[in-house]
């Protein structure tokens, strides 16, 4: 039992600690970079593929890793 009174009171301690903090992600800042990146490039540029599609089908299930396509970026006029 004793114990269990440790876990509970550490628990309660925790919760008391985090009431008044704020929790933040840390990698918050990037993916709020990498959004706004993003964003800007595709109301910039047009992306069009050099190549047709490859298929699917030829990846191997066992090692699946990304497909590598190449692509040209066509600036937009306003």
């Known amino acids: 039992m004793s114990g269990f009174r440790n876990c509970q009171q550490i628990l309660e301690r925790t919760i008391e600690a985090q009431k ?8 918050e800042p990037l993916a709020r970079l990498e959004l706004f990146l993003f964003t800007h490039l595709f109301q910039r540029f047009t992306f069009i593929l050099m190549e047709e599609e ?20 066509k600036c937009r006029t306003k």
């Open 20 to 27: 008044g903090a704020v929790s933040v992600c840390p990698g």
């Open 54 to 73: 490859k298929s699917l089908l030829e990846s191997n299930a066992m090692f699946n890793a990304p497909l590598e396509y190449t692509a040209r970026a």
